[in-house]
T-cell receptor, first 112, second 113 residues
Framework: TQLLEQSPQFLSIQEGENLTVYCNSS?????LQWYRQEPGEGPVLLVT?????EVKKLKRLTFQFGDARKDSSLHITAAQPGDTGLYLC????????????FGTGTRLQVTL | KAGVTQTPRYLIKTRGQQVTLSCSPI?????VSWYQQTPGQGLQFLFE???????NKGNFPGRFSGRQFSNSRSEMNVSTLELGDSALYLC????????????FGSGTQLSVL
């Protein structure tokens, strides 16, 4: 069974601080996705990383896929209240089409 | 284009009842996946339908079932509801290719009393 563990589970920071969220597995994933979910809504895809060692930037968010494709990280620079939400990593389950295994989630709160 | 639409948004049922949830995917998408989200277990895969056929299934009891119609709209049914079935049920649509982006609806919040 493929599992994705995220850390930390909860994070409460002030506006302007930097943070990193980790997504780890003992299994290799062909790709990993990062989603953000706001209260009362479904998850929204932020990025997909495909190649081991790949780094992708989305404004103040930097995503990295581990060289062995077993882990990923999300770094947010100068966090803003609008970054508040539940961050989820997800990867395709081996041998299936669109079935995703989701990580345990990191709940981020950014206050003024 | 219109997003994924789930109805109803909220539902309150009592133990032993059954419930049907509906999901209309984005036009052109042939795959609809269903997920259960709870605070304790996170997002767990229920099943996926592609072109009216169940293509993948998660580890849920047979009380959870689904179907997909020729227009790609999907329904999921939960029979003999239990307290532990209280959750946010999310559906996601896509073209059905491996590792592609999923578009999620806002979910149906089910409370079982």
């Amino acid at each position: 069974t493929q599992l994705l563990e995220q850390s930390p589970q909860f994070l409460s920071i002030q506006e302007g601080e930097n943070l990193t969220v980790y997504c780890n597995s003992s299994s290799v994933f062909s790709s990993l996705q990062w989603y953000r979910q706001e209260p009362g809504e479904g998850p929204v895809l932020l990025v997909t990383v495909v190649t081991g060692g790949e780094v992708k930037k989305l404004k103040r968010l930097t995503f990295q896929f581990g060289d062995a494709r077993k882990d990923s990280s999300l770094h947010i620079t100068a966090a803003q209240p609008g970054d508040t939400g539940l961050y989820l990593c997800a990867g395709p389950t081996t041998g299936t089409a669109s079935k995703l295994t989701f990580g345990t989630g990191t709940r981020l709160q950014v206050t003024l | 284009k219109a997003g994924v639409t789930q109805t109803p948004r909220y539902l309150i049922k009592t133990r032993g009842q059954q419930v049907t949830l509906s999901c209309s995917p984005i036009s052109g998408h042939r795959s609809v996946s269903w997920y259960q989200q709870t605070p304790g277990q996170g997002l767990q895969f229920l099943f996926e339908y592609f072109s009216e056929t169940q293509r993948n299934k998660g580890n849920f009891p047979g009380r959870f079932s689904g179907r997909q119609f020729s227009n790609s709209r999907s329904e999921m049914n939960v029979s003999t509801l239990e307290l532990g079935d209280s959750a946010l049920y999310l559906c996601a649509s896509s073209f059905g290719r491996v590792g592609e982006k999923l578009f999620f609806g806002s979910g149906t919040q089910l409370s079982v009393l």
